[in-house]
């Protein structure tokens, strides 16, 4: 991964982001921030973290990060635990919650906790909080809690009561606890692979590696082949669309092979694309610059998710300026303020009337792309997560609504 | 030397405001719940939704700045409640307090003269979240002795900037005005530019808008 300098920022968001982040940076600089989480590879934690710690160190806050250690074990029943707190039905055992245990007091009694701040992500560390002593104490969820098994919910906010704080990326996510809670989006880079500019002959490139013709209107979605983003649902609607409006679809997203469901929506969405020629499903191997060619290469985005955590997808596709319809769920509504950054649909007729509005009108379709790429400059980028991550530090000093620095 | 410098008394020093935003784990699926809990949330709640949109969407042609307008529209549906709170005079009230017995007596007011509406419930997921925020104001480097400093730093300073010393300054901080126009009058000695500048109302405008308004009036005062 390339590593960013914050003036690399500078020309994307301004100067005066930049002077912001260092005025708050100058309030932070006798104070220890040590990140805690479960991985130092793979996952979005440990892409965000990868990318903030060296930019934290430019600013010369003193940002370190430490991982837990857990075997097989623990790891299949946090995966458990994830997927309760998703909502999903989990059967979960008595031996489950021991383990779980287990493992967190081995940590407790093994990781040396340094720290003025602890940011512990996700609900694997959850139970280091046992070691805190006058410090101040972050628990940052990243999962969609809007709709927990209760089960589950119960045991991990056992642990919150000491945590001074919690952090959430959707309001939606919030519940009755007996700390303060702050509302954080995820953000972008405009710098990495995925999001930076690229020039048109990279974008007609990966376009002719993967045979789709740019000779129509070219209708995308992004994402894993999951129930969850229905594509069987943007089959449906593209099929509306094709009624009146030629155009192709896009159905991109990574290989399922170690995910038995994946195989077997996959296999749904071959079945309900055969003998569509104007239907391209791409598999693909983890390849963000192909991502971004494609996301380029697109006349609109659909992100017609079921749930979604906070669907990042979208804001990637408005930073490149392109007109989208999604679902309203998850944080996309946070993303995407119908009729103006974006449409907003709850089926696969609106999706699909959408859709056609955008194609039949395209400057409509350009005003709306250009207003949610400046949504995305304003409020989704990496500088802004910075900087709302500083406020939070400094806000776990203040518990004033007004706070003057 | 020019009437503007010779009348300075003390520089205006320009401050800025970032915020974050504190979730309160409060939630209203029908507008029953929804006045209730208007009457029950700090006040920097109802400031957080009367305000959001005029930071997050500051690039978008003006809107009504109110998440409870944008709310009973979009999701129960009620185009004319919508409508009746997206236009209320936020300009006229002192504090958070009378705004917030304006929007609350505004949907009681309805709710009673149409009770069938007290039956609408927004779907799971799309319920109103009461939010709130925490304001952290911070001194810039730069300050004013001069109406034409004042003017010059006004067309660079953050967005940010602009909006604590109009809109904070005034409902929040409860000040009698803006921040701009009691220095102009008070140390500038240009009540009338202060007026002018009073009389904006700045709930009309995007925020780049508003520094364009505002630059025209002290263009204009300069060269008189």
Known sequence: MTRN???????????????????????????VIQHVNSTSVGGGVAEILNRMIPLFQDLGVDCRWDVIKGGEAFFNVTKKFHNALHGRPENLERKDFDIFLETSEQNIRQMDIYGDILFIHDPQP??????????????????????????????????????????????????????????????????????????????????????????????????????????????????????????????????????????????????????????????????????????????????????????????????????????????IPLQIRHKYSGLLCHSVEGAAFSVKQLLNSPEYADKIGVNGREHIRNNFLLTRHLRDYMLLFLALYHPENVVYL | MNRAVQSIKTPFRFFTRLHLTELTGLKAASLVELARLIREVPGSSIYHHTHRFLQQHLYLSPEPPNDFAYWTTGVLGEERLGEILASIDTMQFKDIRSLREKISETLEDYVNAHPKVSLKFADPGEEFHFMKSVSFVLPTSHSAASLEDFTDILGKITIDSIYYHIFEARLRLEKPTNDFSLWLEQSCGRPELANEIGRLDPYTRTMEGLRKALLDILRKGIAK
């Open chain 1, 126 to 331: 959850v139970a280091l909080i046992r070691k805190k002593k006058d410090n101040k104490w972050i628990w940052r969820c990243h999962v969609d809690v809007s709709d927990p098994l209760p089960e589950v919910w119960a045991f991990i906010s056992g642990f919150l009561g000491r945590y001074d704080a919690a952090v959430f990326s959707a309001p939606g996510f919030s519940q009755k606890l007996p700390l303060r809670q702050f509302l954080i989006s995820p953000s972008i880079d405009p710098l990495s692979e995925k999001n930076k500019e690229i020039p048109e002959k990279t974008v007609d490139e990966v376009m002719a590696k993967y045979k789709v013709p740019r000779d129509k209107p070219i209708v995308t979605q992004i994402s894993r082949f999951d129930r969850l983003k229905d594509p069987v649902g943007v089959i449906e609607t593209y099929r509306l669309v094709k009624k009146y409006s030629d155009c192709r679809l896009i159905l991109a997203g990574g290989t399922a092979t170690d995910d038995p469901e994946g195989a077997a929506v996959l296999k749904e969405v071959m079945e309900k694309a055969a003998g569509d020629p104007d239907i391209h499903i791409l598999l693909m191997s983890q390849n963000d610059l192909e991502i971004n060619a494609i996301q380029r290469a697109s006349t609109v985005i659909l992100q017609k998710s079921i749930r979604e955590g906070f669907g990042l997808t979208v804001a990637e596709a408005l930073w490149k300026a392109k007109p989208v319809v999604a679902s309203n769920v998850g944080g």
């Open chain 1, 5 to 31: 300098k914050l003036e690399d920022y500078e020309p994307i968001v301004g100067r005066n982001v930049i002077d912001d982040l260092r005025l708050l940076a100058e309030k932070l600089k006798d104070r």
